[in-house]
């Protein structure tokens, strides 16, 4: 099932709308994001997935991760000051 | 049988009104009397109309239970006409003051007739001469559409002022005219006789603001299709238009007169549109485009005398009801705010080229604002609204994050907009020398793709993805600094929420049966209504190609170039 996502990427200057699957990787948010954001910002390698006030483990799922239709996902690439 | 009576004597007044005054002995009562010829009576007094209203003239006037008598009447002066001609209230007998002035369509708090009976406000014409100063207005606006309002004037501005034209062009006049709607509601439910008369003359001047720039910009509609928008834009689903109808349509179309006089009059009007109407009009004068200001400087004096309905009604509103008063003030503030953030944010340290800038948009909400809007607020009584700090902070972060978001999604709109450049960037950077930092590196990285691909090819950088958007304010999800965004969530009745910042969650929070049903665009492509897919979607936004928004010179800068053979050449 597709879960619609408001998705914010650290250092870009709006949240946008990020479409993943519920079985897909909570990484994959990173991914999918960073490339929406690709006008703006660069894509790094490394970035973490943050919502409810935590960080996200990278390999649950999408709905192991508890998101739902139109929360709100922060990511913040690793590395960049 | 009548008997006679004295009356006070009267006194000869200059007025060309064809009214009479005549005064009522002190300590008798108006209802004493009973009228001959054609009048009315009002507190102590009695008005006749004459024939010929600059003779003293002889009218029939009696009290009850004497013979008719004859009394000299003199004209009112101009000031004594205008206090009692605006003040005409009366005392309903068929009807109760509630069902003549229901509470749903004449505002919160419900007054009696008694609380607004000292309304008043510096606002005092009369018809003739408002017609009368109104057509010289007229006549300055047609001289200068023919003098310099030809197409060709146009195109000899800068294409990026042009931009500004069309922002300021579009957003504008049906907003007015949903203001005509607002003032004729306040001019028939309006608590107090002399604000209904106030009101009916505001109406006017709206529809004076509507007609204005439709006609104006109507010349260069043939020349360039996205002027169309000028009259276009309201009526559209594009996103931009979604944002401004929540906004326009609860303040000025549903807002009951309470409401909108302290968000519309009060807030909007004193304390925002000088930022537009003399800011801007300063900026378009040292680019040279006297039309534009000209044109604004006319609208602006009229805004200046009817938004002077505002500080009466909030004062009445305060002594009754000081905590809806404050929420009124606080709620409009914060949304006014974003409405002029993009407007004249854009306009301002975007859109004037760089060699007309001078003060950034900054400074003149700092003097325009914060000085001159928070000493109103002083003077009536209000605290500062909640989200001042909040204000504050984003007068330096805001209107910079919607624009680089509404560049690199250029195409949703219906201007172009412009690639700042190495001048612009240095001059953004001394003027917000807290912020850019994080900005530059955005703008950076869009000339990147602009370098990779070479001039024409807009997508490249351009977004694809749906952009998400404020549950309140409609606009895109831009508060806060690249570093943290401001968005907010909240859950309602089993749905997610999204905000863009604290305030407007705060305004949803606080009436979510106003605005839980509305459907913006992050809703709409969720429910199949609109399409996801970005060309698709642009034709909902009603845009075509021809009027879709694109890079001001279509990524041709020579920096750009320079930069590009500097890179080559390592240097």
Redesign the interface.
């Known amino acids: 099932m597709l879960v ?1 996502l ?3 990427l ?9 479409l993943v699957h519920d079985h897909d990787h909570v990484r994959a948010i990173a991914s999918t994001l960073q490339r ?2 690709s ?4 894509p790094v390698d490394r970035a973490s997935v943050f919502a409810f006030g935590r960080k996200l483990d990278p390999d649950a799922t999408v709905a192991e991760a508890g998101l ?5 996902v ?1 990511v913040i690439p690793e590395g960049v000051a | 049988m009548y008997r006679r009576t004295r009356l006070c004597k009267p006194e000869r007044l200059d007025s060309s009104r064809g009214l009479l005054r005549l005064a009522i002995e002190p300590g008798r009562r108006s209802d004493e009397f009973v009228p001959l010829s054609t009048s009315m009576h009002f507190r102590d007094v009695w008005v006749i109309r004459v024939v010929h209203p600059n003779s003293v003239r002889t009218c029939k006037l009696a009290s009850k239970g004497s013979q008719r008598r004859r009394c000299t009447m003199t004209m009112l002066d101009r000031e004594e006409w205008f206090d009692l001609a605006r003040k005409l209230d009366w005392n309903p007998t068929y009807v109760d003051e509630a069902e003549l002035f229901p509470v749903e369509v004449s505002g919160r708090p419900w007054l009696p007739g008694s609380a607004w009976r000292d309304w008043d406000e510096p606002y005092r014409t009369s018809y003739a001469e408002y017609v009368h100063d109104q057509h010289a207005k007229e006549g300055a606006i047609h001289v200068l559409r023919e003098a310099i309002g030809r197409p060709e004037d146009v195109q000899r501005l800068n294409p990026a002022w042009r931009s500004a034209i069309k922002l300021h062009a579009a957003t504008l006049p049906l907003a007015e005219f949903a203001a005509v709607v607002g003032n004729l509601r306040a001019a028939r439910f309006a608590r107090d006789s002399a604000w209904r008369t106030t009101a009916s003359i505001g109406a006017l001047d709206e529809l004076r603001h509507t007609q204005i720039p439709l006609l104006v910009n109507h010349d260069w509609v043939a020349w360039d299709p996205q002027f169309d928008w000028t009259h276009r834009f309201l009526h559209t689903e594009d996103w931009v238009a979604i944002a401004a109808r929540h906004f326009v349509d609860e303040m000025l179309l549903v807002s009951d007169p309470i409401e909108f006089a302290i968000a519309t009059n009060f807030v909007f009007e004193t304390g925002f549109t000088n930022l537009q109407f003399i800011a801007l009009a300063s900026v378009a004068r040292g680019i040279g485009d006297r039309l534009f200001e000209r044109m604004v400087e006319n609208i602006q004096t009229d805004e200046a005398r009817h938004a002077q309905i505002g500080i009466p009604v909030l004062k009445t509103v305060l002594a009754h009801d000081r905590e809806r008063a404050q929420y009124l003030v606080d709620k409009w503030f914060w949304r006014s705010w974003q409405f002029f953030a993009v407007v004249t944010g854009f306009a301002m340290d975007y859109l004037t080229p760089i060699e007309s800038r001078g003060r950034s948009f900054a400074e003149f909400v700092k003097e325009w604002i914060v000085d001159q809007f928070q000493r109103a607020i002083d003077a009536i009584g209000l605290r500062r609204p909640w989200c001042w700090d909040l204000f504050l902070a984003s007068i330096e972060t805001y209107h ?3 624009y ?2 509404a560049y ?1 999604h250029r195409a949703t709109v219906w201007f172009d907009l412009v690639l700042p450049g190495p001048l612009e960037r240095a001059w953004l950077a001394r003027k917000y020398p807290r912020t850019w930092n994080m ?1 530059d ?2 703008w950076l ?2 000339a990147e ?1 602009w370098r990779t691909s070479g001039p024409g090819l807009e997508w490249y ?8 958007f404020c549950d309140l304010c409609q606009l ?3 508060g806060g600094t ?4 401001s ?1 907010q ?1 909240f859950a309602h009745e089993g749905q ?3 905000f863009c910042s604290e305030p407007c969650r705060w305004i949803f929070e606080h009436e979510p049966q106003r605005y839980s049903k509305h459907r913006g665009v ?1 809703r709409r ?2 429910a199949g209504e609109a399409p996801a897919n970005l060309l698709e979607l642009l034709r909902y936004f009603g845009l075509q190609e021809d009027t879709w928004g694109k890079d001001v010179h279509r990524g041709d800068y020579p920096w750009l170039v320079k930069a590009s053979y500097d890179d080559r050449e390592g240097r």
């Not at chain 1, 739902?68 to 709100?72: K, P």
């Open positions: 619609p408001h998705g914010f650290q250092g870009d200057t709006l949240g946008l709308l990020v929406a954001a006008v703006r910002v660069a739902r239709a139109l929360d709100r922060d | 910079h994050m919607v680089a978001s690199s900005f590196p955005i990285r869009v793709r950088a351009h977004g694809t993805t749906p952009v998400g895109v999800l831009c690249p570093l943290v965004n968005a969530t997610n929420y999204m992050v492509i969720l």
